[in-house]
């Protein structure tokens, strides 16, 4: 499941980029990917649960997946999808790999169970090393590519912020119900702003293919996925995806956009996997398994 989930969620940057470049503004293009994800995971519940059910689970838990919706889903979206109309669909996903170091800080105040040591700290500046970089080292950088960059960092954030609220209302409410009630919300909130950026023509057809395949696979089928692994693993677990995800990106990017290997994407990519090990305590609990397995 992890290495699935890692390879749809490095695919969505592909998606992305090839969705705003082919003629779909970032807010248009967020809101029919929310959409479309909405009304199959409303299908899946109704197959699986009963619509009437689905509905009451839904208004059950609204504050829940409103939270969700807006903070974890709508922000992030809009902002990867603009800030790939500036830089590479492989930088987006090693800048996104910052969400763990987000939730390590976030977690002091919402998972206090969770101490920061010297080690998590470190982590923390090292990630944010990397993200410097992943921007000030390409001499090709402009402030656009800053900018766009820095653009996926903050929807970083927000996928952090998400994750809290995901960890901490997955034990009362089911994981497909949270997913389609976020996404539910997410439509409802950047479909205002989506009408005032409608294409003024029609988008190609691979921009359109893109839609489909990032709301159905990298949305739908990858939030009932996240959910599940949630629920099983727990959170801990399942953030490993940041250090598998980044790699199908960059491949994903190097073999379908032509998208160039800089060495400064690969010292920042470097540097914030390193960052999140530290900072998780995975290194550590590396040594300490290896330390176990090697006594007599």
Not at 38 to 67: C, H, M, N, P, Q
Not at 160 to 177: D, E, K, L, M, W
Request: charged content about 10%.
């Amino acid at each position: 499941m992890l290495f699935m989930l890692a390879a749809v969620w490095g695919a969505s940057y592909l998606f992305i980029k090839l969705g705003v470049e082919g003629g779909f503004a970032p807010a248009t293009f967020t809101a029919a990917r929310a959409a479309i994800a909405t009304v199959i995971l409303l299908g899946y519940l109704g197959k699986t649960i009963g619509v009437r059910r689905a509905l009451d689970e839904l208004g059950g838990s609204w504050r829940s997946w409103v939270v969700l919706g807006v903070v974890g889903n709508a922000l992030p979206f809009w902002l990867v999808a603009w800030g790939e109309t500036h830089i590479d669909s492989g930088i987006a996903a090693i800048a996104q790999a910052t969400v763990p170091l987000f939730t390590i800080v976030l977690g002091l105040r919402f998972l206090p169970h969770e101490p920061m040591g010297l080690g998590r700290w470190s982590g923390v500046v090292m990630g944010l090393v990397g993200v410097a970089a992943l921007t000030g080292l390409d001499p090709e950088s402009n402030r656009w590519v800053i900018v766009g960059t820095l653009a996926v960092v903050l929807s970083s954030l927000a996928y952090a912020t998400g994750n809290v609220v995901g960890q901490r209302s997955v034990a009362a409410a089911a994981g497909p119900v949270l997913a389609c009630g976020a996404m539910l919300a997410t439509t409802l909130v950047l479909t205002p702003i989506a009408l005032f950026q409608l294409p003024e023509s029609v988008p190609t057809g691979k921009s359109i293919a893109s839609l489909l395949a990032l709301a159905t696979i990298g949305t739908a089928f990858a939030q009932l996925l996240l959910y599940r692994m949630l629920r099983l693993y727990g959170g801990r677990r399942m953030s490993l995806v940041t250090y598998l995800m980044p790699p199908f990106a960059l491949a994903y990017g190097a073999l379908f956009l032509d998208e160039p290997l800089r060495p400064s994407a690969l010292l920042g990519l470097v540097l914030i996997l390193l960052g999140v090990a530290l900072g998780s305590g995975g290194l550590r609990s590396f040594r300490a398994r290896a330390a176990t397995a090697a006594a007599p």
